[in-house]
């Protein structure tokens, strides 16, 4: 049974981002400011409809899927690119596959006891990042 992730979770670390955006190709400009951002993540499960909201004082993204359904994923905004995005639970975690120019990107969420962990990969970089649930 997968976990639950509904809910209000505030960033608390954020390791290896800058490279991470790097990775993405990433404006000099945009990375500065996003480095600088501590985002929020609010979670909303109901059955296999997912809609995960990333928020900040900069610029806030939604992603709203079924999970094992593919989607064109729009990130205008992130880097500006569309790719192919098939999210599944592997066990008590949820994984993110996004086929696109970039290879092998995608993310992992998982919980352990009340902190949220993400880790987002592209091109052999991995940015982890921990979130606290309010």
Same mark, same amino acid.
């Given at each position: 049974?997968?976990?639950?992730?509904?809910?209000?979770?505030?960033?608390?670390?954020?390791?290896?981002?800058?490279?991470?955006?790097?990775?993405?190709?990433?404006?000099?400009?945009?990375?500065?400011?996003?480095?600088?951002?501590?985002?929020?993540?609010?979670?909303?499960?109901?059955?296999?409809?997912?809609?995960?909201?990333?928020?900040?004082?900069?610029?806030?993204?939604?992603?709203?899927?079924?999970?094992?359904?593919?989607? /064109?994923?729009?990130?205008?905004?992130?880097?500006?690119?569309?790719?192919?995005?098939?999210?599944?639970?592997?066990g008590d975690k949820l994984v993110c596959v996004q086929k696109?120019?970039? /290879?092998?990107?995608?993310?992992?969420?998982?919980? /352990?006891?009340?902190?949220?962990?993400?880790?987002?990969?592209?091109?052999?970089?991995?940015?982890?990042?921990?979130?606290?649930?309010?």
């Amino acid at each position: 049974m997968p976990v639950d992730l509904n809910g209000y979770w505030k960033m608390i670390s954020n390791d290896n981002f800058e490279e991470y955006m790097k990775a993405l190709d990433v404006n000099v400009a945009i990375r500065k400011i996003a480095n600088l951002l501590k985002t929020d993540k609010d979670i909303s499960v109901d059955g296999d409809h997912m809609v995960i909201k990333t928020l900040s004082t900069f610029k806030n993204y939604n992603m709203d899927f079924h999970v094992g359904k593919e989607f /064109e994923e729009d990130l205008s905004g992130v880097d500006d690119r569309k790719c192919m995005t098939t999210i599944s639970w592997e066990g008590d975690k949820l994984v993110c596959v996004q086929k696109g120019e970039k /290879e092998g990107r995608g993310w992992t969420h998982w919980v /352990e006891g009340d902190m949220l962990h993400l880790e987002l990969r592209v091109c052999g970089v991995v940015c982890k990042q921990i979130f606290q649930k309010t």
